[in-house]
């Protein structure tokens, strides 16, 4: 889906298509021209005001992009504010040509393709015309529903995704029919073996929460397939520089049956320190981790009883930026064992304490 064509617009801001090649810019002035364009693939809904800070996934393509050559995204707000955020201005166009991110909603987003040291404004009242450091510009309406899918869970709104990842080794894929909330509040997330594939579940908060304490409450889960793996973390597109501000309680044994069955993580995992290794018994626990500023504090409670265990790391902790706090089940298939038999996890509680 795309918004109002590059030519129009270019035309409509009194710039000139010229013959093939090159553009017409003012009194005769030329300069090289290369095809280009930007598609979108996933907008957001539109919102005047992004309802207290909900944000959704903007996605697209880029064909004609050169190396080095980074995506800036605005949403529409009156004005044209600087996505996601303005510390962290810049999208990354991927291999495949492809660029993600999260956005703050907004009534119209926009995707230029800008060259390296390009100085993008916080906001602005009219954007830029594709000419000298920006290639491309394009404007999208936000869709008149959703293009997700929503499930409300403990007071939030959770984003229920429907695409395919490479997490657990391989492509998993997700079907929305794996989510959802039962007549007593409780979130259940199970994998389904289907012909020639497995699908699993992940839920995504729409809102950024940052600093404070996470706290999932789940039912027993000793009964997880060894290649199965349950997931509480944080993830942020645009937090590169910080591991995509991810870090992780995890219920697996990545298909090795003898492991133990639990870790707290702060990415990158391949550090040795980043990971603490504990196992968790039969029966509803608890898991929570506070963030600070400096530090991340892990905690593994039995329901009713003692602590299972705890950890606080403090290297390597993350700013807060836009992730989203998400959990997720999938099947691991590159372990010592594979997937066997479905499962199913029930979620009780989520709670957050700033």
């Not at 020639?196 to 397939?225: M, P």
């Not at 691991?332 to 997937?339: A, T």
């Amino acid at each position: 889906m795309t918004a109002m064509p590059l030519a129009h617009e270019i035309s409509r801001r009194g710039v000139l298509l010229s013959a093939p090649g090159v553009l017409l810019l003012g009194c005769h002035s030329r300069v090289p021209y290369s095809p280009v364009s930007i598609t979108f693939t996933r907008v957001p809904r539109a919102d005047q005001g992004g309802r207290g800070g909900e944000n959704d996934i903007i996605e697209g393509t880029v064909a004609g992009a050169r190396p080095g050559e980074r995506i800036v995204l605005y949403a529409k707000t009156g004005a044209w504010w600087l996505q996601p955020l303005t510390s962290e201005p810049f999208t990354d166009v991927q291999a495949n040509s492809k660029w993600i991110n999260t956005t703050h909603l907004g009534t119209d987003y926009a995707a230029l393709l800008v060259e390296p040291g390009y100085a993008p404004p916080a906001s602005t009242n009219e954007l830029p015309i594709p000419e000298g450091m920006v290639r491309a510009v394009e404007i999208v309406k936000g869709q008149m529903t959703s293009t997700s899918i929503i499930v409300s869970f403990c007071g939030y709104e959770w984003r229920v995704r429907n695409a395919p990842s490479s997490r657990g080794g391989a492509q998993n894929f997700y079907d929305p029919a794996n989510v959802w909330v039962d007549a007593s509040g409780a979130m259940h997330l199970r994998t389904l073996k289907t012909p020639g594939k497995w699908t699993c579940a992940e839920v995504s908060l729409t809102r950024s929460l940052g600093f404070g304490t996470y706290l999932f409450s789940v039912r027993d889960i000793s009964h997880l397939d060894p290649a199965a793996t349950f997931g509480m973390f944080t993830w942020d597109y645009a937090g590169g520089d910080q591991n995509n501000r991810e870090v992780d309680i995890e219920i697996g044994r990545w298909g090795d049956p003898n492991s133990k069955n639990a870790q707290f993580v702060i990415q990158p995992s391949y550090v040795p320190a980043n990971v603490f290794r504990f196992s968790v018994p039969a029966g509803t626990i608890t898991h929570s981790f506070t963030w600070e500023t400096g530090r991340m504090s892990f905690k593994s409670v039995r329901v009713p009883g003692s602590t299972i265990a705890r950890y606080d790391f403090t290297s390597g902790v993350p700013s807060p930026g836009l992730e989203s706090v998400r959990m997720v089940l999938y099947v691991y298939r590159v372990g010592k064992v594979l997937p066997e038999k479905e499962d199913e996890v029930v979620v009780e509680k989520f709670e957050y304490l700033p």
